[in-house]
Structures are given as structure tokens and as C-alpha cells.
């Protein structure tokens, strides 16, 4: 480890130390910025979704560009929401770095077999509803907690579903990839609005600040020269 990392982190452990309600509110203020992005995910999955189960697809070339285009864009979201927070997530950098590889792995694998696309699907989902089940009791700035954790589970046994389901049809696997997208875009959407909210308040908490330290200015007594 490079002397001025742990400088950095040894400066974060004071300043959290020290004054826990600022840090933590500096925290919160990094992640609830990137709000919009939680929402763009969420609408993007649940269009895919739509189209997984609207176009009673039939073909195993649709249903991978489908997932693998969820798996890039999901990877490419919880890469730069790691990379950007004020402490690097890095469990939040390598699930994005496994996903995007995972997506092109998927979508350049010549002639894959509906085998293999359903062990991918399963695997993923898998990974994805324990990695929200994490978050949702490890991550502080995520509210309500019993959306991500309910999400989790839900990805989870769909994941299992699609591992343990011996000759699965492509219309199954399609409508459960389908489902779980919509599902995954429901939470995401509606983690976003929540983080949009939370946005709201700290901004309105700094506002308050500002006029308080504006009106204590005001009302110094001043000194003749």
C-alpha cells in the first residue's frame, strides 16, 4: 500500500472519528448525487424486460443480446458508483468489472448453447441477489431497507430457479429473464427516487446552514474603527 493511501484513509478514520455527523453526511451527499443514474438503470432494465416477455422470443441470438446488454450497463453503473464514491467501494468495482466481462462474454460467445446461456442467467442472477442482499444491510444510505433486501431474494430465487430447472425451453428462460429485469428495474427506479429525495433534504439541510451562518454574520456587533 502506497504511504499517501494510507495517509488518506487514516485522515477519513479522524475526520469520521471526530465529527461522525459530517462525514457521514458527506457520505451521503456523494452517493445521492448520482440518483438520476439509479433511475436511468431502472428504466432501462424494465424496458428490456418488457421486451424479453412482449416478443415471445424464440430465438436464443435475441434472448442473449437482451442479458447481455443488462449485464454490460449494469456493470457499467456499479463500476462508476464505486469508482466515485468518497471511499472506493471495491466490492461495488469488481461486481461491475465481472458483469460488463460476463456481457461480452455472452454476447461474442459464437453458437452458444441454451445450455450455457441458462447456466449465465442463473449464475447471474445468483450473484446479483446476493451482492443487493449485502447491500441491504450493509450499505448506510440505503432506505428503505426491505426494498433492496426483498429485490435480493427475489434475484436469488430466480437465479436458482433457471440453475436447477433441468431441459429449460427458451420461452422459460426468456420469461424469467424477462421477470427478473422488470423486477430489478422496479428496485432500482424506486431506489433512485428515494435517493432523489434524500438529495432533497441534504440540500435543503446546507441551505438552512448557510442562512443561519449568513444571520449570525448579520447580527455581530460591529466595532468602530
Known sequence: MEPHETRGETK??????????????GEARQATGWWWLSV??????????????????????????????????????????????RRVSWLAVVTGAVSMVAGVVVLIWPNISLFALAVIVGVSLLCWGVYHLYLSFADPVIRPRAVTLVGGLACSALGVLALAWPGISIVVLAVLVGVFLIVYG????????????????LK????????????????????AA
Do not use: C, K, W, Y
Open 40 to 85: 436511468l438503470l431502472g428504466l432501462v432494465s424494465i424496458a428490456l424486460g418488457a421486451t424479453a416477455l412482449a416478443s415471445r422470443i424464440s430465438a436464443i441470438a435475441t434472448l442473449v443480446a437482451v442479458f447481455a446488454v443488462f449485464l454490460m450497463f449494469t456493470g457499467i453503473v456499479e463500476f462508476v458508483l464505486g469508482l466515485s464514491s
Open 186 to 201: 422496479l428496485f432500482a427506479f424506486v431506489a433512485g427516487l428515494r435517493l432523489l429525495d434524500l438529495h432533497h433534504v
Open 12 to 25: 477519513e478514520l479522524q475526520d469520521a472519528l471526530l465529527h461522525p455527523l459530517e462525514f457521514a453526511e
Open 204 to 223: 435543503r439541510a446546507d441551505a438552512g446552514r448557510s442562512r443561519d451562518a449568513e444571520s449570525a454574520e448579520d447580527n455581530r456587533p460591529r466595532h
